[in-house]
């Protein structure tokens, strides 16, 4: 039997709705580092950053891998963690142990990814400013819906893990 390469290509298809992408697309995107502009921003929910130290800070990421996916960034506009005075790197390591700590008590995870993309090659997706992702892990949170769908599910609201997460960074101070 001979199908036809429409209905070849048409098989390999998947179509997924979501509608909640279009303020992204329809909406303004800030001019330069996006990084940059949440810190201009300060803390809040519209910028998703959570603490501000005084040369890094922790924000969610607007695209989380797993719920409660940080990024703990440098306030410095720096490709590169060489290009960090000694006093700046050391706060970014203590916001990153911070971060592992509220995120502890916020998820109870099973596990962590803790790591940088540096350069393009790496999939740094933010070439120019780099930044510590933070992600707390459970055994099994890459299911069916990863591996079979290619769809991955976050289990939680962005505002409202904004909203656990907040007030634990106050804590931690």
Known sequence: ??????????????????????????????????????????????????????????????YPYTSGHLMVVPKRHVAWPGELSREEYGELSELVRRSLDVLKKAFSPQGFNVGMNLGEAAGAGIVDHFHIHVLPRWAGDTNFMSVVGGVRVIPEALYRTFEKLYPLFREES
């Open 1 to 62: 039997m001979r199908v036809s390469l429409h209905t070849e290509l048409g098989a390999l298809m998947k179509v997924m709705f979501a509608p909640w992408r279009m303020q992204y697309i329809e909406g303004d995107k800030p001019q330069g580092c996006v990084l940059c502009e949440a810190l201009r921003h300060g803390e809040g929910k519209e910028s998703l950053v959570l603490y501000t130290g005084r040369h890094a800070f922790v924000m969610m990421n607007r």
